[in-house]
């Protein structure tokens, strides 16, 4: 894959649009609408400009290189499951006995060699074009602002190497990057990561740290850098594991730092312990925009490149995105490195539009009574596992984890108030539910038993039971009914909210008779007809310690919070398009999307 965009157009369809794309805003919807579409292609802007500064830039703009699943399995080089498998083997290896064992065992051994990463000691072709600190200017590099409400440009596939300050220690991390100027980032490394371990070092000792970012080369560099490896290991690794060569890397020509030879465009430079700057908003890939907050910031000291660059980007928001691709991947191949804490552990799906972190399914065998349970507090207590919100557990007579339809059928009818455990535990940073940073509720559903022997004792038509909520409460705007053929259906209610809904929901309780299973959304921005959206809403929008009740029914408040709910932070937008650029981009023909589509993936606001 020396020439990623050859590569592409000879293996993954690649799109190429030559009309001039303003990097604010045009070139990032276009990217958004594709990754949504069901033959989603990676795409290549030859001209990207930015209008407002008057740039024509020189460098295409790379985007939706992860666009689908067969292409992701084509950038691996195999499918991710044969990874796992020679993961799998690798943590079972034994001590061989006799000389035979020990000579079968030689080419596994043998193979290893190419996992480490190999530092040469003369430049790369990254380093072909080297722009002193005197004349630095991230203005060269076609940086995308993505959404009318980020606080500025931001580079989304930069790939962070940092290192520990003894220099033992070295990481690959994917945080996004803020152009504050012409020479300034912001690094938004989160404070579970290991860069942010890596910070805290420098800042005791009262040193700068260094910091090299590359973007561009091999894709998989790219997926390196957010797969959740052990603390303390080098993601690039894990590259030499799934290409069985050594990664070839290269000195930075300011600091101490080694990044890959390949890579299209390095921005070296340090951070000042001592100095931190706002960053954001920026509409992440919850589909929520995270808020201004404090961060480190990296004055660049050089940036060098290739002599014929292109610059890798990505978009986030709503689901489904390229993380989608990219989260497959590293679902499949780190199921190995879960089952050493969870050894009847069977399969896991983390779906996206559940957010990865905020909703996890997993298939398990059950020997005894409180498995699923003891299985529960095992995820929320090892690395990336526990940052997980809300975990539902099957036995493993389930459905396969991808079958949503059937898998969901088989946990309704096995959904027992009993059986939900809810507590409290770290949440993740992008997590805007929980009434305080950091620390909210999480949610385990055991659904590893029997069906559950009684339903709805009268079941009522969507109809009949509006208007038996609205003569409840006027709040009350739409309802609809899912998986009524189940022994739990679920029933979807949106209002026009003005105090808080557990209040709400109480009065409901005379209504037990017609309800197992009450959701409530707002009636703005929710389509109570598109599961996949509500889904993705609800596991967004609560925190199980408040807005999850189990009598008289199981009942969940997904509406947007405010002090009326306790709640003292400030609640984030959702991530919406510009109208008049969809109109633009629509009118010259560069994406093809009508209402139903628009509704569909909430592009924009809608009642």
């Given at each position: ?37 069901e ?44 990874v ?158 799934v ?11 300011t ?22 700057e ?10 929520y ?148 940073q ?12 029997d069906?559950v ?46 105090k ?38 609800v ?64 592009l924009?606001?809608?009642?």
């Amino acid at each position: 894959m020396q020439d990623v965009v050859q590569w592409l157009k000879d293996n993954g369809n690649l799109k190429i649009i030559d009309e001039p794309l303003d990097v604010e805003l045009e070139i990032p919807h276009v990217a958004y609408v594709e990754v949504k579409t069901e033959d989603s292609r990676p795409i290549l802007f030859t001209n990207p400009v930015n209008k407002a500064k008057g740039i024509e830039y020189d460098m295409p703009v790379l985007m939706n290189i992860f666009a689908n699943k067969d292409l992701t399995e084509k950038i691996f080089g195999k499918h991710p499951d044969d990874v796992a498998e020679g993961i799998d083997t690798l943590l079972k290896l034994k001590p061989p006995k006799g000389l035979k064992a020990k000579l079968a065992m030689l080419p596994k051994l043998f193979s290893l060699k190419n996992v480490f990463p190999k530092r040469l000691n003369f430049k790369g072709e990254c380093q072909e074009v080297i722009i002193p600190k005197d004349e630095v200017d991230l203005d060269i590099l076609p940086i995308l602002k993505t959404w009318e409400e980020d606080g500025g440009p931001f580079i989304t596939m930069g790939q962070v190497y940092t290192q520990s300050l003894d220099g033992e220690m070295q990481n690959l991390g994917m945080y996004r990057l803020q152009q504050y100027d012409k020479n300034r980032l912001g690094m938004h490394w989160q404070i579970h990561k290991d860069a942010s371990h890596f910070f805290d070092q420098y800042q005791k000792a009262g040193k700068k740290m260094p910091v090299t970012v590359a973007i561009g080369g091999d894709p998989l560099y790219i997926w390196c850098g957010q797969a959740p490896m052990p603390h303390g290991m080098f993601e690039m690794l894990l590259y030499g594991f799934v290409r069985n060569k050594n990664a070839q890397l290269v000195k930075s020509i300011t600091n101490d730092i080694y990044i890959p030879r390949d890579v299209d465009v390095v921005i070296e430079g340090f951070v000042d312990p001592e100095l931190m700057e706002i960053e954001g908003p920026f509409g992440d890939h919850t589909g929520y925009y995270t808020l201004k907050e404090p961060f480190p910031v990296m004055d660049v000291e050089t940036i060098t490149m290739k002599k014929h660059p292109v610059f890798q980007a990505t978009v986030v928001g709503k689901p489904p995105l390229e993380d989608k691709y990219m989260g497959w991947a590293t679902e499949r191949i780190f199921l190995p490195m879960l089952k050493p804490m969870a050894p009847d552990l069977i399969d896991y799906n983390m779906p996206e539009n559940g957010v990865f972190h905020n909703l996890i399914l997993a298939k398990m065998k059950t020997l005894y009574k409180g498995h699923a349970q003891q299985f529960m507090h095992a995820f929320w207590g090892v690395g990336q596992m526990s940052f997980v919100k809300h975990a539902i557990f099957v036995g493993e007579d389930a459905p396969e984890l991808e079958e949503s339809q059937a898998l969901a059928v088989h946990i309704l009818n096995r959904l027992d108030q009993s059986k939900i455990l809810i507590t409290q535990g770290i949440v993740d940073h992008l997590d805007h539910s929980s009434s305080e940073q950091f620390v909210g509720g999480k949610l385990g559903v055991d659904a590893t038993g029997d069906e559950v022997e009684e339903g709805v004792e009268v079941l009522l038509s969507d109809e009949a039971l509006l208007v038996k909520m609205q003569e409840i409460s006027s709040t009350v705007v739409g309802l609809k009914q899912y998986m009524t053929e189940t022994k739990t259906p679920i029933c979807v209610m949106s209002v026009e909210k003005k105090k808080s809904q557990l209040k709400l929901i109480k009065k409901f309780q005379d209504l037990k008779q017609h309800i197992k299973l009450l959701v409530i959304v707002d009636h703005e921005n929710n389509d109570l007809d598109d599961a996949y959206m509500l889904i993705w809403r609800v596991v967004n929008n609560i925190d199980a310690g408040r807005d999850v009740m189990l009598k008289p029914f199981i009942a969940i408040d997904a509406t947007n919070k405010s002090e009326v709910d306790g709640y003292e932070r400030e609640w984030p937008g959702d991530t919406f398009c510009t109208k008049e650029v969809l109109d633009r981009l629509q009118e010259k023909g560069l994406i093809d999307i009508d209402e139903a589509f628009i509704k569909k993936f909430g592009l924009l606001p809608f009642l």
